[in-house]
């Protein structure tokens, strides 16, 4: 069974750090595109980032660009988003999901993790 | 970047009705137009890809049109699982945006 399970949330200081995991199980991890999103409370999905499958690229929403970074471990089957200069505006829950590409560069996310939620309060 | 607007952002339906759901891109972005489904407290799923590929696994209720700028999600007859908030997604270009999303309540 396909499967990501995220970890790392929790509650920070404005200005704080985080470092959010992604766990894969279930597929060949090093094949895939991966990407985080996120959902503020009530709110609807706003992509985040996404990663290549050797880290060679990357890509980043302009609101997290320079404060967020993003890493994988393909030997650890792991996603991982660094989260540095936390703002209030950042509190969400972070979901990885998978890239899946066709052969016509059709994409999409599938599947999606449970999420992890990130709360920036003081 | 693109910018997706879904339409209407909310709607009541009851059971065995036809729904249709309106996703605009602010660009031509051909068929890189992909649907999902979220129920409270759960992550999204894949319901549609491409603009009209159904997702394996997903009822054949659900459907997918469109091309360019304009494209509509239909469920054919509502059933009771189906009340959540549908997004579309378009793949075309990055950052990858979403529409607003739509709740479909019951009536």
């Known amino acids: 069974e396909v499967q990501l399970v995220e970890s790392g949330g929790g509650l920070v200081q404005p200005g704080g750090s985080l470092r959010l995991s992604c766990a894969a199980s279930g597929f060949t991890f090093s094949s895939y595109w991966m990407s985080w999103v996120r959902q503020a409370p009530g709110k609807g999905l706003e992509w985040v980032a996404n990663m290549k499958q050797d880290g060679s690229d990357k890509y980043f929403v302009d609101s997290v660009k320079g404060r967020f970074t993003i890493s994988r471990d393909n030997a650890k089957n792991s996603l991982y988003l660094q989260m540095n200069s936390l703002r209030v505006e950042d509190t969400a829950v972070y979901y990885c999901?998978?890239?899946?590409?066709?052969?016509?560069?059709?994409?999409?996310?599938?599947?999606w993790g449970q999420g992890t939620l990130v709360t920036v309060s003081s | 970047d693109i910018q997706m607007t879904q339409s209407p952002s909310s709607l009541s339906a009851s059971v065995g009705d036809r729904v249709t759901i309106t996703c605009r891109a602010s660009?031509?972005?051909?068929?890189?137009l992909n649907w999902y489904q979220q129920k409270p407290g759960k992550a999204p799923i894949l319901l549609i890809y491409?603009?009209?590929s159904l997702q394996t696994g997903v009822p054949s209720r659900f459907s997918g049109s469109g091309s360019g700028t304009d494209f509509t999600l239909t469920i054919s007859s509502l059933q009771p699982e189906d009340f959540a908030t549908y997004y579309c997604?378009?793949?075309?270009?990055?950052?990858?945006?979403f529409g607003q999303g739509t709740k479909v309540e019951i009536k």
């Open positions: 997604q378009q793949s075309y270009s990055t950052p990858r945006t």
């Open positions: 491409a603009a009209s």
């Open positions: 660009q031509s972005i051909s068929s890189y």
């Open positions: 999901a998978r890239e899946v590409w066709d052969d016509y560069s059709y994409n999409w996310f599938d599947p």
